[in-house]
């Protein structure tokens, strides 16, 4: 099992940054990829961004390309989304997901959840 804990979530004003991280309870060499994604009050979750370790590839939803960017720190369990030029409509209950083989923008292919970070863009 891979715990994950994000921190970073809390309250800006509109075209504020903030930095999501996500620690994982093991060293990352088990994981293929991990994923932020995120769900407002009375709405689905909604994927944001998935990162690849063994190819670096990226990916992001329409809704946050150009603003947000996913990373890792290699050094040691850690993934972060750096959040720029955030809007009302970014704000969300954030989760952090990781799985051991598969690597998509959705959901269903992620295997381990942490319990989510709140986001609250205010204008």
């Known amino acids: 099992q891979v715990q994950l804990v994000e921190t970073g979530g809390g309250s800006v004003q509109v075209g504020g940054s903030l930095r999501l991280s996500c620690a994982a309870s093991?060293?990352?060499?088990?994981?293929?990829?991990m994923g932020w994604f995120r769900q407002a009050p009375g709405k689905e979750r909604e994927a944001v961004a998935r990162?690849?370790?063994?190819?670096?590839?990226?990916e992001y939803s329409d809704s946050v390309k150009g603003r947000f960017t996913i990373s890792r720190n290699t050094a040691d369990n850690t993934m972060y989304l750096q959040m720029n030029r955030l809007k009302p409509e970014d704000t969300a209950m954030y989760y952090c997901?990781?799985?051991?083989?598969?690597?998509?923008?959705?959901?269903?292919?992620?295997?381990?959840w942490g319990p989510g970070t709140q986001v609250t863009v205010s204008s």
């Open positions: 997901a990781a799985d051991r083989f598969r690597c998509a923008l959705a959901a269903r292919f992620f295997e381990f």
């Open positions: 093991e060293y990352t060499y088990n994981i293929n990829c």
């Open positions: 990162l690849n370790f063994g190819s670096g590839f990226t």
